[in-house]
């Protein structure tokens, strides 16, 4: 009796339970399962950080222009993609303390200011600033249109100008600046200035038949 009493224990537990090749292949289909949702999100992912990037560099020129005009003195904007992650340094250009301050923006370490190259027919430039020779092609005023410019001056007349003087009219400077994932060529997004009214127009690139077209946002 008391071997039959045991052999019923005994069996009732492993009916409980899982054995270990049960065990591996629940994990093995976990794995699976969250391998295909992570490469499925993979994209969705590269995409939204494309979208952070343009949003932190159309926030950091608001921020720099919104200052200028607030406390009445020019702030520059400096954009860098000599190394990883790309940086924009906003700035004022005096020298007093208080609410002046130096900010640093960083995009994500996916995403840069670059051109990617087109096959077949080359899209426009946005606001037909430059060739797109340059990721970052300020400096196109009234009297140059040669660009490459990367640093601008916000003024406290809400303009951008190319110096931190802010003259005027023969110094508003107009230019754009090209985000996307490196070798990507549908990521590409770009932000162009307007240097009179330092208005901030935002662009993403489309295809279309024959080619690509920039498309205001």
Same mark, same amino acid.
């Given at each position: 009796?008391?071997?039959?009493?045991?052999?019923?224990?005994?069996?009732?537990?492993?009916?409980?339970?899982?054995?270990?090749?049960?065990?591996?292949?629940?994990?093995?289909?976990?794995?699976?399962?969250?391998?295909?949702?992570?490469?499925?999100?993979?994209?969705?992912?590269?995409?939204?950080?494309?979208?952070?990037?343009?949003?932190?560099?159309?926030?950091?020129?608001?921020?720099?222009?919104?200052?200028?005009?607030?406390?009445?003195?020019?702030?520059?904007?400096?954009?860098?993609?000599?190394?990883?992650?790309?940086?924009?340094?906003?700035?004022?250009?005096?020298?007093?303390?208080?609410?002046?301050?130096?900010?640093?923006?960083?995009?994500?370490?996916?995403?840069?200011?670059?051109?990617?190259?087109?096959? $077949? @027919? #080359?899209? &426009? /430039?946005?606001?037909? *600033? !430059?060739?797109?020779?340059?990721?970052?092609?300020?400096? =196109?005023? %009234?009297?140059?249109?040669?660009?490459?410019?990367?640093?601008?001056?916000?003024?406290?007349? $809400? @303009? #951008?100008? &190319? /110096?931190?003087?802010? *003259? !005027?009219?023969?110094?508003?400077?107009?230019?754009?600046? =090209?985000? %996307?994932?490196?070798?990507?060529?549908?990521?590409?997004?770009?932000?162009?200035?307007?240097?009179?009214?330092?208005?901030?127009?935002?662009?993403?690139?489309?295809?279309?038949?024959?080619?690509?077209?920039?498309?205001?946002?």
């Amino acid at each position: 009796m008391k071997s039959l009493g045991n052999n019923a224990r005994h069996r009732r537990q492993r009916a409980s339970g899982f054995s270990l090749i049960e065990m591996m292949i629940v994990v093995a289909l976990i794995v699976i399962l969250a391998s295909i949702t992570f490469m499925s999100l993979q994209p969705l992912l590269q995409q939204q950080h494309v979208t952070n990037a343009y949003n932190i560099t159309m926030a950091a020129m608001r921020q720099a222009r919104d200052n200028a005009i607030s406390q009445s003195t020019s702030y520059s904007v400096a954009f860098s993609n000599a190394a990883i992650p790309n940086t924009i340094i906003v700035a004022p250009t005096t020298t007093f303390t208080g609410d002046l301050r130096t900010a640093t923006y960083s995009l994500p370490t996916d995403v840069q200011f670059v051109v990617v190259s087109a096959s $077949g @027919s #080359a899209p &426009t /430039a946005p606001d037909n *600033y !430059g060739t797109e020779a340059n990721a970052i092609d300020f400096g =196109y005023t %009234a009297s140059s249109s040669t660009g490459g410019a990367t640093t601008i001056y916000f003024c406290p007349d $809400g @303009s #951008a100008q &190319t /110096a931190s003087n802010c *003259y !005027g009219m023969l110094n508003w400077d107009g230019g754009v600046v =090209y985000i %996307a994932r490196p070798g990507n060529l549908m990521s590409s997004r770009a932000l162009t200035l307007w240097g009179a009214t330092g208005r901030i127009h935002g662009w993403r690139l489309y295809g279309k038949s024959g080619g690509y077209q920039w498309v205001r946002q």
